[in-house]
């Protein structure tokens, strides 16, 4: 068994940790979906890690499946986040876009490197957009003492933005990256910088757990 373990392998494993050490305060709510989310999130990243240094198998699959769980839970949790009903339809209308136009891009063109490329970048994209609703949401609150709930969905609206817009930048410097051959800790910067980009996501996730306190019905 052949792993190439990575800095961001143990944020998401620090990340799954905080998960279950916090899992009672998380019980009753929608928050408690982190602790399978974050295993198989870790799962599908050692599976692809290992498939690839072990038998050179293409991860595209893997991540492509990777990125659809992301884009899928992070949108069902900020939705929860959201209380206004408009912003719920701008979220599951562009979602609806999304998924429709990948269809239809994967059975014409298979999951090619553009297709590849483009999914992820249309996920960022979506991704941002829900958490930057979080944040106006929370600008038009009058109440300045605002509850434990809103305050640990700050935390992950900020990881998730911040996490997603490097990664849109990243991806489309990828032609310039390589032209320049610029690279990080003897690796190229397409490659460290989204891991790196996983110490600021998973810390705010660990925090926004912590904060995390079930409503009282």
């Not at 990575?6 to 408690?32: C, T, W």
Request: charged content about 10%.
């Amino acid at each position: 068994m052949k792993l190439d373990l990575d800095i961001h392998h143990y944020f998401e494993f620090l990340g799954l940790l905080a998960a279950i050490l916090f899992r009672k305060q998380l019980r009753g709510s929608f928050m408690i979906l982190f602790v399978p989310y974050l295993a198989l999130n870790l799962l599908l990243e050692l599976l692809s890690n290992f498939l690839y240094n072990s038998y050179h198998f293409s991860s595209f699959w893997l991540t492509e499946a990777s990125n659809l769980l992301s884009l899928g839970f992070y949108s069902y949790i900020i939705l929860k986040l959201l209380h206004n009903n408009k912003h719920h339809q701008i979220l599951i209308g562009s979602l609806a876009i999304y998924l429709i136009s990948l269809v239809i891009s994967i059975i014409l063109f298979g999951l090619n490197p553009t297709v590849f490329k483009y999914s992820l970048v249309g996920a960022a994209f979506l991704l941002i957009i829900a958490s930057g609703l979080v944040f106006y949401q929370n600008l038009l609150m009058e109440d300045l003492h605002q509850p434990a709930q809103m305050l640990s969905g700050l935390y992950i609206a900020a990881g998730v933005l911040i996490f997603n817009a490097g990664i849109s930048i990243v991806i489309f410097s990828i032609p310039y990256i390589l032209k320049y051959k610029l690279t990080l800790m003897g690796n190229p910067l397409y490659n460290t910088i989204p891991r790196l980009l996983c110490m600021v996501l998973y810390p705010c996730i660990i925090i926004s757990l912590y904060k995390w306190r079930t409503p009282v019905k």
